[in-house]
């Protein structure tokens, strides 16, 4: 080669050209070995004993895979979003407002109307807000809720002592100034397993938290006290990634939502030396949901705040929108149970707070009958539904396809979980049908309370004395069962994807998803006989 | 500059490459490290002491480029090359890679990168024509090939196959 130089090394052979890389090597590592200078390490180096020559290239290791599907840039589409997001104010933003008007409920809470329709934090968190949240933002816009959640937002500032800037700085790994909070949460908890149990205990008082404001704001000042005392003990968002109890049903959902945060090339990301998404950067902070883009291929723990989009030294982070359910796969089984949990509350609240049932009414207000012998009952219902009924049949299905699909033999818990994941389309649609009569019907009460928020007469806008108006309560059944319907078809598409990635025959694929195609049916319709009555 | 395909590289450029990639490495490990300090210690020190690694094996390389060409000038880089050669990285996006991780799991990570690369070079050889690139191709991948085989034999010693 015209480039190469002469070697000067005067201990080295004369002639270079002919010393093979091996050999030099093997001389160089003596001569490092000599010198003693900068190796630091301890052990001995690699071996580098003689090998047969030139084996085949192994297949075991394949390049990271590039998604599949359809996706579309919308950085790229509408850039105007991109600049808003790379804004270091645009969570600030966005949370701030929402702030404001969550802690002035808690006002409407202590000193306001007693009544839960009479009072604008229960006629705008669970009824406004949890249409919203269910109908629009989980399906169109993931985690969209956790950018601008208020919960969190003492304890972030108290790590980062800034509400908008960024601190850059070094802080164990991360390339941030961080303060609160740094110790690793428990191993043992670091599951969803929490946050199942919390929005288990906060459905069985559901009838208590949508009558008694009181009630809700407990709950509430609950949550932001964790949040704010997490975040002192626990480095990062903690508290959201594994206790939060509305933190893990939108980690659930946000699967089958249609838009995604991630990297653009995975190539750019394998190459990326300083990883700012996962340590932060001079642009942003370290993610507080300590994920790691590069390798992101779930919506479940991404809280959308963007920081990773700031703080990317590659520009290499982009939000993308997809089909309807493009995540199909659970990992765990508490992930499994949250769909087991999540889709039997849908029956749960449709049955309690509005079906026909003026019996289960009464077992679930038990702070209005003060029976409390028949609010234990009710409570043992849902759990046993939730934890164990819902499971065994679930696992009863995953059986019999097991044993239908023949001699491709898949072990029965990567089924079990693979097979809840259906589950998600199923409970996601069935709570957009529990949540449209709740609107519906209800609707009207929000008009009510915006005009007077603390039920002391006030008229702000003209609509105090709007009356109780129901909209179209006729249609609200075929509302449901059309709802109820597209849930039922994305669950059997996506349910046989699952099927295909877990068995390498069609056919036994479809033999082993058959029993489980036949139980989300009869599910369906067991919510349309309770949606409906 | 556009991201050169590996066989427009000189044999010059191919061991400045691997002299990049293993530096970039240790960066990587060392983050990863610091990263896991508190939640996975044994995997934590895994990575630290590959990156020790890594960064002799960058001075090996570097010697060897002296003898042979001369001063080093870094004038191609990973970045520069459209391939990824070797990455080490972890193996999952979610909060949970913090919850999971334990050294058989952390010794795989690093296994995947040393396979990735060995894979790599040995691509290299098959698609290269001029003999002495082959060569030098093929030295590095059995390079790779001395890490490959000194990370399972530390699997094998974990118990369980790689």
Request: with cysteine; glycine share 6%; proline share 6%.
């Amino acid at each position: 080669m015209s480039d190469e130089k002469p070697d000067t090394t005067p201990t080295e052979p004369a002639n270079p050209a002919k010393t093979s890389i091996t050999d030099m090597l093997a001389a160089a590592r003596a001569e490092t070995a000599n010198l003693g200078t900068q190796s630091t390490a301890k052990k001995p180096t690699v071996p580098t004993k003689a090998k047969p020559p030139s084996k085949g290239p192994k297949s075991k290791v394949a390049p990271p895979a590039e998604p599949t599907g359809w996706r579309v840039d919308l950085f790229k589409v509408v850039p105007l979003l991109k600049r808003l997001c790379k804004l270091r104010s645009f969570q600030f933003l966005l949370v701030l407002p929402n702030v404001l008007v969550f802690y002035l409920f808690f006002i409407s809470a202590l000193y306001g109307h007693p009544v839960g329709n009479q009072n604008i934090l229960i006629m705008i968190v669970w009824i406004l807000w949890w249409f919203l949240l269910i109908v629009f933002l989980v399906p169109f816009g993931s985690r969209i809720w956790c950018t601008v959640c208020p919960l969190p937002f003492f304890g972030d500032w108290i790590q980062r002592r800034e509400l908008v800037g960024v601190r850059p700085g070094k802080t164990g790994a991360f390339k941030n100034e961080m303060h609160g909070g740094s110790r690793a949460w428990p191993k043992k908890l670091r599951n969803i397993w929490l946050q199942n149990i919390g929005f288990l205990a906060m459905a069985l008082f559901s009838a208590l938290l949508v009558t008694r404001p009181i009630a809700s704001f407990v709950a509430f000042i609950i949550m932001v006290g964790a949040a704010t005392v997490f975040a002192m003990i626990w480095r990062l968002r903690t508290f959201c990634n594994y206790l939060c109890p509305i933190s893990g049903f939108l980690s659930l959902y946000s699967m089958a939502a249609t838009v995604e945060l991630r990297s653009e090339s995975k190539d750019v990301c394998a190459k990326c030396k300083d990883k700012a998404c996962l340590t932060g950067s001079e642009g942003g902070w370290a993610c507080p949901w300590g994920v790691y883009m590069a390798k992101l291929d779930r919506n479940n723990y991404c809280g959308l705040c963007m920081e990773c989009v700031k703080s990317c030294p590659h520009d290499n982070i982009s939000l993308f929108a997809r089909p309807f359910a493009t995540d199909i796969h659970l990992k765990h089984y508490d992930e499994a149970w949250k769909a087991f949990i999540m889709t039997v509350l849908a029956m749960v609240y449709s049955i309690t707070l509005l079906g026909p049932y003026g019996w289960v009414k009464d077992l679930a207000n038990v702070t209005w009958t003060g029976n409390v012998s028949g609010f234990a009952a009710y409570s043992a219902c849902i759990i046993v539904a939730c934890l164990v009924a819902l499971p065994l049949l679930h696992l009863a299905a995953v059986g019999a396809g097991r044993l239908l699909a023949g001699k491709e033999k898949v072990p029965l818990k990567k089924l079990f979980i693979g097979y809840a994941y259906t589950l998600v389309p199923v409970g996601l649609l069935a709570w957009i049908a529990f949540s449209f009569p709740l609107m519906m019907v209800n609707g009207s009460y929000v008009l009510q309370v915006v005009s007077d928020p603390m039920g002391w007469g006030w008229n702000l806008f003209g609509t105090a004395e709007f009356p109780w108006t129901p909209v179209l309560p006729e249609v609200v059944p075929y509302i449901q069962t059309l709802i109820l319907m597209i849930g039922l078809l994305y669950a059997i598409l996506k349910g046989y994807e699952v099927a295909r990635s877990l068995y390498q025959d069609r056919s036994a694929a479809l033999r082993s998803f058959a029993p489980v195609m036949v139980y989300l049916c009869g599910l369906t319709c067991v919510y349309l006989f309770f949606f409906t009555a | 500059m556009s991201a050169k395909n590996y066989n427009e590289l000189t044999p010059q450029e191919i061991l400045m490459l691997a002299i990049d990639v293993e530096e970039s490495n240790g960066t990587r490990l060392r983050t990863f490290a610091e990263l896991f300090a508190d939640y996975a210690p044994d995997s934590a020190a895994l990575f630290a002491e590959i990156a020790d690694e890594e960064d002799q094996h960058a001075r090996q390389l570097e010697t060897a480029f002296e003898r042979r060409f001369g001063e080093l000038q870094r004038t191609v880089t990973e970045q520069d090359v459209q391939e990824v050669v070797e990455a080490y990285d972890l193996d999952d996006g979610e909060h949970l890679v913090f919850d999971d991780l334990n050294l058989r799991r952390a010794l795989k990570i690093v296994l995947a990168a040393e396979r990735r690369a060995e894979d790599f070079y040995r691509r290299a050889v098959e698609g290269a024509t001029d003999p002495e690139l082959r060569e030098l191709y093929r030295q590095l991948a059995e390079f790779e090939d001395g890490h490959v085989q000194w990370i399972e034999a530390r699997l094998a010693s974990l118990g369980g196959s790689a």
